[in-house]
């Protein structure tokens, strides 16, 4: 079993609608969870953090921790062209993640149809 | 504030042969990780320093090594190229070992032919 999964995509959704991308992790020790946006040929950018269950919200996204179903996921609201990305779903130990050791998923390509 | 600076952005290697990467952290940061990314897949942790020390070391050979420097920044090497290690390999930074988050440089992407 892949510690962090994501589901591949592509992930197609219309200008305006809500995109919804899901992660899993296996590890119960883990404490904190990010959403990484990546174009392509870029390097990753952080969009979210969430340490605590439940929804954190920051602008247009959304993102949702369930600990007890090893289940995270972003909500991207009123989705935009621009959005139009990899997203990749990472996993770490620590609170924060700064010991390095995050576990990033497959990624979840998103294309946002205008 | 400059961000996470990697040097070279690209490289063209040939098998066996042993390339180095470099990496400035955020001014003020102490910690520096590095990561190999396979096209199609997510990052893989590789290492990761701290005030010069090694605090974690992922799956990977002995080829593979890194330092970091007394003004934090770091490189990685790694000898005896072979093709699989064609990657984006990404440092990123964080200003300490534990709370807050890491940033990404842009990446050194490497091909080994």
């Known amino acids: 079993q892949k510690e962090v999964e994501q589901n591949s995509g592509p992930l197609s959704v219309p200008e305006g609608a809500i995109a919804s991308l899901n992660c899993t992790y296996s590890d119960r020790g883990s404490q904190s969870f990010f959403w990484y946006r990546q174009y392509s040929g870029k390097s990753p950018e952080l969009i979210m953090f969430?340490?605590?269950?439940g929804d954190k919200e920051d602008g247009r996204f959304t993102a949702q921790l369930n600990k007890a179903s090893q289940y995270v996921s972003l909500l991207i609201r009123d989705s935009q062209p621009s959005d139009s990305a990899t997203y990749l779903c990472a996993v770490a130990k620590d609170y924060g993640g700064s010991q390095g050791n995050l576990i990033f998923g497959k990624g979840t390509k998103l294309s946002v149809k205008p | 504030d400059a961000g996470v600076t990697q040097s070279p952005t690209h490289l063209i290697k040939t098998r066996g042969q042993q390339v180095t990467l470099r990496c400035s952290p955020i001014?003020?940061?102490?910690?520096v990780s590095w990561y190999q990314q396979v096209l199609g897949q997510g990052p893989q942790f590789i290492f990761q320093y701290y005030e010069k020390e090694e605090r974690g070391r992922g799956n990977f050979p002995d080829r593979f090594s890194a330092r970091q420097f007394p003004n934090y920044s770091s490189e990685l090497n790694v000898n005896a190229l072979l093709l699989g290690d064609s990657a984006l390999y990404l440092c990123?930074?964080?200003?300490?070992?534990?709370?807050?988050?890491?940033?990404f440089g842009e990446g050194s992407w490497l091909t080994v032919v």
């Open positions: 001014s003020g940061h102490k910690s």
């Open positions: 969430i340490y605590s269950n």
């Open positions: 990123a930074s964080s200003s300490g070992v534990f709370g807050n988050t890491i940033y």
